[in-house]
């Protein structure tokens, strides 16, 4: 069983998905990791097959304009509009380059970044697709905020949850508004698929939910959440 890893952003999003690479073909699978040309080396180095996604050797952030996303910081909706900005002209390159990676997967497997190229990908391609995200960003849960929104009080309890819960459904909605324009296009020129729905897959309708299997990695961000609400309850 051949899978392929869509892999796009910086080093720290990408390195996780070096190790679950290596556990994968432990567990008995093929796997093709498909990223930018600029982590060649990197990924060669832990003697994984590598597909370019890009001939840029600069990393995904380096570029003046790169930079200029990352120094929003922690204003996450100028950070969002930026990322959306900067990602726009490559979406095209990186959905043709994604069908070539993926024709003769089994499986396809894609990051927060790549998701709505994935998804588009696994559309065409007819394959089955795993979200596997390094924070809780697609399904809406009470239990943490979303990424962008992580300072949101969660004290009492019942609040905390709400705005856990619509933080999800807000962040996606955003996402989605800012992120489908490039993708929706590239769907045409690349795949000659129809536009992807208005309402955000971020939050996504019980009919979808079966296209897609979700997991993401809590180990980190739930200590930093159970660390915030050991806080929030020390001092209401």
């Avoid at 093929?30 to 180095?45: D, G, P, S």
């Avoid at 924070?135 to 905390?160: D, N, R, V």
């Avoid at 309708?205 to 980190?220: A, C, G, L, Q, W």
Wanted: hydrophobic share 40%.
């Amino acid at each position: 069983m051949l899978v392929t890893i869509i892999a796009i952003g910086s080093r720290g999003d990408i390195q996780p998905y070096l190790a679950l690479s290596k556990g994968l073909i432990d567990a008995g699978y093929a796997v093709r990791l498909a990223t930018h040309a600029a982590f060649e080396t990197l990924v060669r180095n832990y003697a994984l097959p590598f597909f370019p996604l890009d001939d840029d050797t600069q990393e995904f952030f380096q570029s003046e304009r790169g930079r200029k996303t990352l120094e929003a910081g922690e204003i996450a909706l100028l950070y969002v509009y930026r990322l959306a900005r900067f990602t726009e002209p490559l979406v095209q390159r990186y959905m043709q380059r994604c069908w070539e990676a993926c024709r003769d997967a089994d499986l396809i497997l894609v990051t927060f970044l790549s998701f709505l190229i994935g998804y588009s990908t696994a559309e065409k391609a007819r394959k089955p697709l795993v979200a596997t995200f390094l924070q809780p960003s697609l399904l809406p849960t009470k239990f943490l905020p979303e990424p962008a929104m992580s300072h949101l009080p969660q004290w009492p309890p019942l609040i905390g949850n709400l705005f856990n819960y619509q933080s999800h459904i807000i962040g996606g909605a955003v996402f989605w508004r800012l992120f489908t324009p490039a993708v929706n296009r590239a769907r045409q020129n690349v795949y000659h698929l129809p536009p992807l729905p208005k309402k955000s897959l971020f939050g996504l309708n019980p009919s979808d939910r079966t296209k897609i299997e979700v997991n993401f990695s809590e180990m980190s961000y739930t200590r930093n959440q159970k660390r915030r609400r050991s806080d929030a309850k020390t001092n209401p």
